[in-house]
């Protein structure tokens, strides 16, 4: 309940520096949707073959809001977001989340050449079809980026996620470190390979019994998402991620991606992976 | 007997200006350019400049680079040293104009409408135009030491009209030009010469990407 009301103190503050920002200076108005479709061989995070199960997602999200400049290098977006999310088979992870979205980009000198610092701020609520997941979610955390030549661009970034469930089984925080690089082919094909470290809590799902896992939890209990006779065990773990993405221009304001990634989780003796492809159109307006 | 001495020094005058004033007689040139593949080359710069050195100087015209649906018009310009250019924004966002090059650097931050000011281009070269709101926005305006220049449409052809007669060096430059430091240059005789074609080493096109991506958004 707390959380509810800080999320929701965060979105009326937000809302009041959108209100006060747009007052005083002039900007661009943010329209960025995206419709995508996605497929996960390891929804269930589970390091047994036989426990694994893959679905299907199919999503909308949108990102509307306003930036501007608040001086000559220093540029405010806010953001209010919105992503709905259904999966074609395990209906529990199906959810909505309504959130606010804050960043102040500095950069040092004038261009598309010229190094930035971006922090960012967001806040939101998750509405799951399983209550038990419901809570909500806030991510703040640094990037740092420069273009390098024409085409090619690097981010670094840092980012603290907490995700909050209604039942402790649920939450969970990390701490996560990025890297990317994107490669302009052309003005209109664009391939992008990035790499990310996550370190805290995630969720695997195994049939029961487990003994070698039970030491590790922080937290677990029975959740039958995947069926009968399933745990859900909440536990800390280093998970690589390696991205590779492909994006296509189709007009100015609208893009074809697609985007593969491979997720290696692991602690101790628990290792497991798992395959997402996404594929998805853009719109920015 | 007046009248008559009259008569004869107009008929003088009228042979001394038919003479001596065959360099004053307005020559034409058309020049194309194409690619090493044999395409047509738009957007690229075509000038003349006098072998004699001596070109008139800047006359005082509207010269302006637009920024409308967030891009720069024209893509590439072209002006004589010492032209001022007007920069009218006729977005409903604000823009941030810049140049680091050095034929002209300068900036006007943030700004809606035309600004009272105009840029004067004091120095011949390449003047590379950006946007520091809108990242993909970016222009060319060449500055060229003589009045007579003109740019390529699609089919790659250009028109040099009104240059008195005489002997010229014609460059080409386009922004995708290869080798920047040295155009590549013919030597043409007015009014014998009507015709001309270049053919440029082009590098390819790299532009940044205006449409969205799945991979960040660097430049919000």
């Not at chain 1, 937290?219 to 009968?228: A, D, I, M, S």
């Not at chain 1, 593969?260 to 628990?270: D, F, G, I, V």
């Not at chain 2, 032209?83 to 943030?110: G, I, R, T």
């Amino acid at each position: 309940m707390n959380r509810l009301r800080l999320t929701r103190s965060v979105a009326i503050g937000l809302a009041a520096v959108l209100l006060a920002a747009t007052r005083t200076v002039s900007g661009d108005i943010v329209r960025d949707f995206r419709a995508e479709v996605s497929y996960d061989d390891n929804v269930s995070n589970s390091d047994r073959g036989a426990d694994q199960r893959d679905d299907f997602s199919f999503a909308a999200l949108a990102h509307v809001g306003w930036f501007g400049e608040l001086a000559r290098n220093l540029r405010l977006t806010l953001t209010a977001d919105a992503e709905a999310r259904a999966f074609t088979e395990y209906s529990d992870f199906n959810h909505i989340i309504i959130g606010a979205t804050g960043s102040l980009r500095y950069r040092i000198g004038l261009g598309a050449m010229a190094p930035f610092v971006r922090v960012e701020a967001s806040g939101g609520y998750a509405n799951f079809q399983q209550d038990l997941q419901d809570g909500a979610r806030y991510r703040a955390g640094l990037t740092i980026g420069k273009r390098v030549i024409d085409r090619l661009a690097l981010e670094g970034s840092y980012f603290f996620d907490d995700i909050g469930g209604s039942v402790r089984l649920f939450d969970r925080c990390s701490h996560l470190l990025a890297a990317s690089a994107r490669w302009d082919f052309s003005e209109k094909t664009q391939v992008s390979f990035d790499y990310e470290f996550r370190d805290g809590a995630v969720i695997s799902y195994a049939r029961r019994p487990r003994p070698d896992i039970v030491p590790l939890v922080n937290t677990q209990g029975p959740v039958e998402t995947f069926g009968p006779g399933y745990e859900a065990y909440n536990f800390d773990a280093v998970t690589h991620t390696l991205g590779l993405g492909v994006s296509q221009a189709l007009t100015q304001s609208l893009s074809v991606n697609f985007r593969y990634e491979w997720q290696h989780t692991s602690r101790a003796h628990l290792t497991y992976t798992g395959n997402v492809l996404r594929l998805s159109a853009r719109a920015s307006f | 007997m007046a009248p008559h001495r009259s008569f004869s020094s107009l008929l003088v005058a009228l042979c001394l200006w038919c003479c001596c004033s065959s360099s004053a007689i307005a020559a034409e040139i058309a020049v194309t350019v194409r690619d090493s593949r044999g395409a047509p080359v738009r957007d690229a710069v075509i000038y003349a400049l006098p072998v004699t050195g001596k070109a008139p100087p800047a006359r005082r015209q509207k010269v302006e680079v637009q920024q409308r649906d967030q891009q720069f018009l024209p893509y590439v310009s072209v002006v004589q040293t010492g032209s001022a250019v007007l920069f009218p924004n006729n977005d409903d966002v604000k823009h941030h104009v810049y140049s680091f090059s050095p034929a002209k650097k300068f900036e006007l931050p943030l700004y809606a409408g035309t600004p009272a000011e105009p840029i004067v281009f004091d120095k011949p070269g390449v003047v590379t135009l950006g946007c520091n709101i809108h990242d993909w926005m970016i222009a060319y305006v060449l500055v060229v030491p003589t009045p007579w220049f003109a740019v390529t449409g699609a089919d790659g052809a250009a028109q040099l009209r009104n240059l008195p007669a005489g002997a010229y060096d014609i460059e080409a430059w386009q922004p995708r030009l290869r080798n920047q430091a040295q155009p590549p240059r013919q030597r043409v005789n007015l009014p014998a010469q009507s015709s001309t074609a270049f053919q440029l080493d082009l590098k390819p096109e790299v532009r940044l990407r205006r449409s969205p991506t799945d991979s960040g958004d660097g430049y919000r």
